[in-house]
């Protein structure tokens, strides 16, 4: 599972990191809509980590152990060096930091570290949620179509 979670975990953070440098340069980083992009990112590839834990390591070891485990790890190993990166960025970029205390109601609270764990705290319930569920949705199309990966 280490394996597997670390594969797509490293590209999970280069997905986001390339997005975020990406809506940056377009001038599109203040748009806070735009992290729905990473959901595509990190469900995407939720997916393709859960399936292949599925396929390979499950059916090799025999266990039961949940998909949902290396969603998780995957997620982490993607979404907490994209957080230290947002906080670092969020330090050297005051102007940004200010538009987001600026933009949101409970701002002046917030800080670059803060700030990037509320992101912390957003990708780890997205992994929760997502990777169950995308582990019951793989588990279903296995059960109805046990020949086909």
Do not use: C, W
Request: hydrophobic share 50%; no cysteine.
């Amino acid at each position: 599972m280490k394996k597997i979670a670390i594969k797509y975990g490293i590209f999970m953070f280069l997905g986001f990191t390339a997005l975020f440098l990406i809506m940056h340069e377009l001038a599109q980083v203040r748009n806070f809509n735009l992290r729905v992009l990473n959901g595509f990112i990190h469900i995407g590839l939720l997916y393709a980590a859960i399936r292949e834990y599925r396929r390979d390591v499950m059916e090799q070891s025999g266990t039961v152990v949940s998909g949902v485990a290396a969603g998780m790890y995957t997620s982490i190993v993607g979404v907490l060096p994209f957080t230290i990166f947002i906080m670092f960025y969020l330090i050297a970029d005051t102007p940004f930091m200010e538009h987001i205390k600026n933009s949101v109601p409970i701002g002046k609270y917030f800080n670059p570290f803060t700030a990037s764990l509320f992101i912390l705290v957003e990708g780890i319930a997205i992994s929760l949620i997502g990777s169950y569920i995308l582990d019951r949705f793989i588990d279903v199309n296995k059960s109805e179509a046990p020949g086909i990966r």
